[in-house]
């Protein structure tokens, strides 16, 4: 079993959609949490990161951790086609540590 | 601000070649990563550094070596490529609990 499992999709939503990209994870230790978005032939780019369990919102996207069921979401609202890509979530054990990532949902949002 | 810069672009190599990959960072990072990339495995961790002078394996780091020249340059040699080795190879670094950044990646293939 992977530490971190992710749908590897592919999700396709009209733009203007919530999505909902979801990841569990099996290691309680685990702390930080994060996605990473990447676009077609470029690296990942860090999107969110949130420490412990709740919510984080930034524009459009939101992060959430449930600690309690090892599962961690990233919601995005209004989607645009522009958020076409693949998203990672990861996760590590401590500062610096480390980076576990899951296989990545590919997510295309057309016009 | 050029952050991960990797060299080649692209490459490809007959079974049994020998090639260095390189990487640099330019953000005075202390650790640096390199992952490879294959369809449905997510990133999978091949070697990492911690800091200048060490180095460790991954998950996956059979058929490659690596050298952390100094704290900016870090290289990934496969010293007898085979075709298991055809994959995107990305070098991240990070500082801190900060998330990596990760260049644009290596395309090898082996024929």
């Known amino acids: 079993q992977k530490e971190v499992e992710q749908d590897p999709g592919p999700l396709s939503v009209p733009e203007g959609a919530i999505v909902s990209l979801n990841c569990t994870y099996s290691n309680s230790a685990f702390q930080y949490f994060m996605w990473y978005r990447q676009y077609s032939r470029k690296g990942p780019e860090l999107l969110m990161y949130?420490?412990?369990?709740g919510n984080k919102e930034d524009g459009r996207f939101t992060a959430q951790v449930d600690k309690s069921s090892k599962y961690i979401s990233l919601f995005i609202r209004d989607s645009q086609p522009s958020d076409s890509a693949t998203y990672l979530c990861?996760?590590?054990?401590?500062?610096?540590?480390?980076?576990?990532f899951g296989q990545g949902t590919e997510l295309s949002v057309k016009p | 601000n050029a952050g991960v810069t990797q060299t080649p672009k692209f490459q490809v190599l007959k079974t049994g070649q020998s090639m260095t990959l390189q990487c640099a960072q330019d953000?005075?990072?202390?650790?640096m990563y390199w992952y490879r990339q294959d369809p449905g495995m997510g990133l999978r961790l091949i070697y990492y550094?911690?800091?200048?002078?060490?180095?460790d394996k991954g998950e996956v780091p059979n058929g490659y070596n690596v050298s952390r020249l100094n704290k900016r340059e870090f290289s990934l040699r496969l010293e007898s490529a085979a075709p298991s080795q055809t994959s995107v190879y990305f070098c991240a670094s990070t500082v801190g609990d900060y998330g990596y950044t990760f260049g644009s990646g290596t395309r090898l293939t082996v024929v």
């Open positions: 550094s911690a800091s200048e002078g060490t180095t």
């Open positions: 953000m005075n990072h202390n650790s």
């Open positions: 990861a996760t590590h054990y401590n500062q610096g540590g480390k980076l576990i």
């Open positions: 949130t420490y412990s369990s």
